[in-house]
């Protein structure tokens, strides 16, 4: 396999990570890679591109298992919407494929936004830069050269 962006990045900033590629599912979310990884959907952690009212993109980083609650987070973060990003322009921001998203080694710097209870967790697996592969980390390294904003964004519900 070759390196991706994400690798890259966080082989520059001396992250200790683990490679777990799995069979991609088109849609399939996190259910399915944690399911072929054989790990709790809690600690699959999804990056979604969203932007704001002025179409300002950002990265959400949330549970597998959890929806994000976009009225709160525009609360939060002092914006007066937030909205799914169209996957084009999450393409054009990123430099990634929808379903291969990383926060790591985007094509841009774009603030992120991290669901407070994941850097409590002791190990997450979270896209590595192509569809069907995912690294192991400590939510630690991800804080330390990411500074993300915490928020408390997640919905009610389980994601959909």
């Known amino acids: 396999m070759s390196a991706t962006p994400a690798i890259h990045f966080l082989r ?3 992250v200790s990570f683990t490679e777990h590629p799995y069979r991609y599912e088109e849609r399939g979310g996190t259910a399915v ?3 072929e990884l054989g790990v709790d959907e809690h600690l699959v952690i999804k990056t979604l591109v969203m932007e704001d009212e002025r179409k300002q993109p950002l990265i959400v980083l949330m549970h597998g298992d959890r929806d994000v609650s976009t009225k709160n987070l525009a609360r939060q973060v002092g914006r007066k919407t937030v909205t799914p990003c169209d996957p084009e322009m999450a393409q054009k921001h990123t430099g990634y494929l929808v ?3 990383s926060p790591f080694g985007t094509r841009k710097p774009l603030p992120v936004y991290l669901e407070r209870t994941i850097a409590d967790l002791d190990r997450i697996y979270i896209n590595g830069g192509r569809r069907g592969f995912l690294i192991a980390m400590a939510p630690a ?3 330390r050269v990411l500074s993300p904003t915490l ?3 997640a919905g009610r519900g389980l994601a959909p």
């Open 141 to 143: 390294d991800l804080v």
């Open 151 to 153: 928020v408390d964004a």
């Open 12 to 14: 520059r900033h001396q």
């Open 33 to 35: 890679s944690s399911r």
């Open 99 to 101: 379903g291969g998203t």
